[in-house]
């Protein structure tokens, strides 16, 4: 069974940066493409970026592109969120996820979750 876990979220001022990170445990991670996704309370999980089984094959959400990048260490078994100039609507719970195969932008197709770490900007 996988395990993911994320971490580093918080609060950040408009126009600051995180760095969110997701550990896996219990699988093949160099196995799974990586997916982020967001959700606010009362709103659909919201996809975010993804990122291949090796990393050199990443998408993102037009509302993040320009700002946010993915990235993965499958030596470390950890994901990566870097987000810059973050603005207040990127308030929300992140959720990193896992999936075998190929990259996928809806959550219906990830297996696997996290539990989320909140992110909070404010303005």
């Known amino acids: 069974q996988v395990q993911l876990v994320e971490s580093g979220g918080g609060l950040a001022q408009a126009g600051g940066s995180l760095r969110l990170s997701c550990a896996a445990s219990?699988?093949?991670?160099?196995?799974?493409?990586m997916g982020w996704f967001r959700q606010v309370p009362g709103n659909e999980r919201e996809f975010a970026a993804t990122i291949n089984w090796s990393g050199e094959g990443t998408y993102y959400a037009d509302s993040v592109k320009g700002r946010f990048t993915i990235s993965r260490d499958n030596a470390m078994n950890t994901v990566y969120l870097q987000m810059n100039n973050l603005k207040p609507e990127d308030t929300a719970v992140y959720y990193c996820?896992?999936?075998?195969?190929?990259?996928?932008?809806?959550?219906?197709?990830?297996?696997?979750w996290g539990q989320g770490t909140q992110v909070t900007v404010s303005s």
């Open positions: 996820a896992g999936r075998w195969g190929v990259v996928a932008t809806t959550a219906a197709q990830y297996m696997y």
């Open positions: 219990g699988g093949t991670f160099s196995s799974y493409a």
